[in-house]
C-alpha cells in the first residue's frame, strides 16, 4: 500500500540546536517533495521544494535532502529557535496533470529556550 | 508574495444546512484551485482539483453531491457542504496554484474552521 510516514512524536530539542526531520515514503514515485510549515488552526506555508534529480536544497538556515533510492527525504533547521516551534509538513507531488500534493501527517517540533 | 485567502475563517452551523466556504487568490490568476480537509492531528486530505471553467475532479471516496465545488473565475473558487452532519466538522483549506510561475507551489489559505452542530 502507499504511505508517506513522518514522526508521529513531537521533536523537543533546545534552542541553537539543529533539528533534523523525517519523511519516508512507499510505493509512490514523486517528480518533487515538498516541504511545509504548519501553525496550530492555519493553513500551511511553504518553505521549500526538491527535485526527484537533486540530492540537496538549502535556504538560508533549511536544508532538505531527498534521496529516492531510499526513498526518504530529510528536512533540516540549523541554529532552531523557539519560533520555529511548528508543525512541519512534507508532501510528496506527483506530477503531471494538476500537480496533485500528497500529504504526511507532520511532525511537531517544540525548540525550547 | 502570493495570497490566498478564506472566507469565513471559522463558522458554526446546525445539522442540515448548507455550508459555501469562498478562496480567493488576491494577487494572482489561479489556473487550478485545490480543496483539503483535515482532522485534528491528521494530515491535509486532497478532496478535489478545480480548473477555473470545468467540473472539478473529486478524490475517491468524497462525495461530489455532497461538496460542491464552483471556480467560477480565476481568482474565486467556493465549497459547499450541502447537508452539513456533524461529521463533516473539520478544518478546510484551499490551495491555488499561480498560472503565471512555471514552478509548481501551491498557495494554501488560512483555512475555515466548520462545527456543524
Known amino acids: 500500500s502507499q504511505k508517506i510516514e513522518q514522526n508521529s512524536e513531537a521533536l523537543n530539542i533546545q534552542e541553537g540546536k539543529t533539528a533534523t526531520l523525517t519523511c519516508n515514503y512507499t510505493?509512490?514515485?514523486?517528480?518533487?517533495l515538498q516541504w511545509y510549515r504548519q501553525d496550530p488552526g492555519r493553513g500551511p506555508v511553504f518553505l521549500l521544494l526538491?527535485?526527484?534529480?537533486?540530492k540537496e536544497k538549502r535556504k538560508e538556515r533549511l536544508k532538505v535532502t531527498f534521496d529516492t533510492t531510499l526513498k526518504q527525504s530529510l528536512f533540516h533547521i540549523t541554529a532552531s529557535q523557539p519560533a520555529d516551534s511548528a508543525t512541519y509538513l512534507c508532501?510528496?507531488?506527483?506530477?503531471?496533470?494538476?500537480?496533485?500534493?500528497?500529504f504526511g501527517a507532520g511532525t511537531r517540533l517544540a525548540v525550547h529556550p | 508574495g502570493a495570497v490566498v485567502s478564506q472566507h469565513p475563517s471559522w463558522v458554526i452551523c446546525k445539522s442540515g444546512t448548507s455550508v459555501k466556504i469562498e478562496c480567493r487568490s488576491l494577487?494572482?490568476?489561479?489556473?487550478?484551485m485545490f480543496w483539503y480537509r483535515q482532522f485534528p492531528k491528521q494530515s491535509l486530505m486532497l478532496m478535489a482539483t478545480?480548473?477555473?471553467?470545468?467540473?472539478?475532479?473529486?478524490e475517491q471516496g468524497v462525495e461530489k453531491d455532497k461538496f460542491l465545488i464552483n471556480h467560477a473565475s480565476l481568482t474565486l473558487s467556493t465549497l459547499t457542504v450541502t447537508s452539513a452532519h456533524p461529521e463533516d466538522s473539520s478544518f478546510y483549506i484551499c490551495?491555488?496554484?499561480?498560472?503565471?510561475?512555471?514552478?509548481?507551489?501551491?498557495?494554501f489559505g488560512p483555512g475555515t474552521r466548520l462545527t456543524v452542530l
Open positions: 494577487d494572482f490568476q489561479a489556473t487550478t
Open positions: 508532501a510528496l507531488d506527483m506530477a503531471g496533470g494538476y500537480n496533485k500534493l500528497i
Open positions: 478545480s480548473n477555473e471553467g470545468s467540473k472539478a475532479t473529486y
Open positions: 490551495s491555488a496554484r499561480d498560472r503565471t510561475v512555471s514552478t509548481d507551489t501551491q498557495y
Open positions: 526538491i527535485r526527484e534529480n537533486e
Open positions: 510505493n509512490y514515485s514523486p517528480a518533487y
